[in-house]
T-cell receptor, first 114, second 115 residues
């Protein structure tokens, strides 16, 4: 499986944008980039995913480098509720059924400063 | 609220014992996944069931087993428990539409403490 590398921790001020980086230099052409986050004392939750083009949804934006070797999750205006561990995960679209599992790395612990 | 429920929320037991964790997926979801989260190993995939049948296996110990019932709820059985089995156990579910990138919805987890 292609691996991802994320900083262990980041801090950001409340109401400011946050850019969470992820490196995936061995990404294959059929790997989608997914982001999940885990709020304190909760299960992980889906944030966003993409393949090549930048993606936006109500929670965040995903910016994908042209060579796809890195991506950035953007929280446009961080709130205290966004304090969580953010996981960048690659999911292969070229494999068969039975490979839908999520492979979590260590993620980035985001702290929001009031 | 993801729509996935897990019981019990907390479980304290002794080494050598056996416990059963229960998961009810979101309405209509056919796939159920079990994950273990420990301090030293992080979040790890254990096993997946699809419509009652085992679909994929991860780092699941032989002392652990799971099943998915006709009503699609799932149970994870942990036996001969060891101190190292203390962890958070999450269940997730997905529609299993055939779209490999579909979202998994996680439950709140069961915190197991083995003393």
């Amino acid at each position: 499986d292609a691996k991802t590398t994320q900083p262990n921790s980041m801090e950001s001020n409340e109401e400011e944008p946050v850019h969470l980086p992820c490196n995936h230099s061995t990404i294959s052409g059929t790997d989608y980039i997914h982001w999940y986050r885990q709020l304190p004392s909760q299960g992980p939750e889906y944030v966003i995913h993409g393949l090549t083009s930048n993606v936006n949804n109500r929670m965040a934006s995903l910016a994908i480098a042209e060579d796809r070797k890195s991506s950035t999750l953007i929280l446009h205006r961080a709130t205290l509720r966004d304090a969580a561990v953010y996981y960048c995960i690659l999911r292969d679209d070229g494999s068969n059924f039975g490979n839908e599992k999520l492979t979590f790395g260590t993620g980035t612990r985001l702290t929001i400063i009031p | 609220d993801s729509g996935v429920t897990q019981t019990p929320k907390h479980l304290i037991t002794a080494t050598g014992q056996r416990v059963t964790l229960r998961c009810s997926p979101r309405s209509g979801d056919l796939s159920v996944y079990w994950y273990q989260q420990s301090l030293d190993q992080g979040l790890q995939f254990l096993i997946q069931y699809y419509n009652g049948e085992e679909r994929a296996k991860g780092n699941i110990l032989e002392r652990f087993s799971a099943q998915q019932f006709p009503d699609l709820h799932s149970e994870l059985n942990l036996s001969s428990l060891e101190l190292g089995d203390s962890a958070l156990y999450f269940c997730a579910s997905s529609v299993a539409s055939g779209y490999l990138q579909e979202t998994q919805y996680f439950g709140p987890g069961t915190r197991l403490l083995v003393l």
